[in-house]
């Protein structure tokens, strides 16, 4: 086991379009209990063993595979572009690593991700004395923050330089919200709404949108905004040249009124 593993840090490694195929398969199952997953292999016009290292995330589904099951399938052209789109990501997706609970709880302050994400920018290693007046805390607090992000394998020394040893850290994907996990999402609120006083307009983008919504839409919605997620990180890992600030997003999608209740 290696230390990653041992704080409970693993990379992501999952596609959209494998999970489509499961729900797809799921589906036929449930309208014909006898139907199996070499029936669906069939369906597919491939081999039972490929879809079975499919589903175990054992094979790397191709551009080509993609265009072929999914026309198989009778995706939309538009559909199978979206995919296609998805797999582009996945070495990206790959530099992910998911954090659970247990490391989470460690390093649950806002700065300690907004230090993190400052190791990208070039020669902020010389910068670290800066760090307090840049983020408005203490020099103690940047000192334990650095010490235990070390401790956690998250930062190294490596040819006489402080570095970041992982890539974006993800509590992704989770069907609950842990303590901690709530109190650095209310933290990063916060600090938005604070940008909203003292950020130029130019530097930020807070905005919100009002709407009556059928409540069975929900999972949907949200669906939508993992993928907005994925497309942002796509997005400024592909087209910064380079790094110069730390920014976050924080998007709360939340009942303002319910009627339906």
């Keep these: 086991m290696n230390f990653m593993e041992l704080h409970g840090i693993h990379d992501l490694d999952s596609s959209d379009f494998v999970q489509k195929l499961k729900d797809i398969f799921e589906e036929r199952k449930e309208k014909n209990k006898r139907y199996s997953l070499r029936a669906f292999a069939r369906d597919l016009n491939i ?12 094979y790397k589904l191709t551009s080509k595979m993609i265009i072929r099951l999914g026309q198989t399938l009778g995706f939309s052209g538009r559909e199978i572009s979206i995919f296609l ?6 070495d990206h997706l790959r530099r992910f690593s998911h954090i659970d609970d247990e490391v989470f709880q460690v390093i ?3 700065y300690y991700f907004a230090v993190l994400r400052a190791f990208d920018i070039q020669g902020f290693d010389q910068l670290i004395h800066r760090v307090p007046d840049m983020l408005g805390v203490s020099k103690c607090d940047v000192e334990t923050c650095l010490s235990v992000l070390k401790r956690l394998g998250l930062l190294e020394v490596r040819d006489g330089r402080l570095v970041r040893s992982v890539g974006q850290l993800s509590t992704f994907p989770c069907d ?15 600090k938005a709404i604070r940008s909203i006083h003292d950020v130029p307009i130019e530097n930020r983008d807070n905005t919100t949108i009002t709407f009556s919504i059928d409540r069975k839409l929900i999972p949907e919605l949200k669906e939508e905004i993992a993928r907005f997620r994925k ?5 400024v ?11 976050n997003i ?3 999608l939340y009942p303002l009124l319910l009627v339906g209740a």
Excluded: H, P
């Design 250 to 252: 924080s998007i709360a």
């Design 176 to 190: 609950r919200t842990s303590e901690a996990n709530k109190k650095v999402q209310i933290e990063f609120l916060e």
């Design 47 to 58: 081999e039972a063993s490929l879809l079975s290292k499919m589903f175990r995330g054992q």
């Design 231 to 235: 497309n942002i990180s796509y997005l």
């Design 85 to 90: 789109s998805e797999n582009r990501q996945c």
């Design 237 to 247: 890992a592909n087209k910064s040249l380079e790094d110069t600030d730390v920014y």
């Design 108 to 110: 649950s302050n806002w």
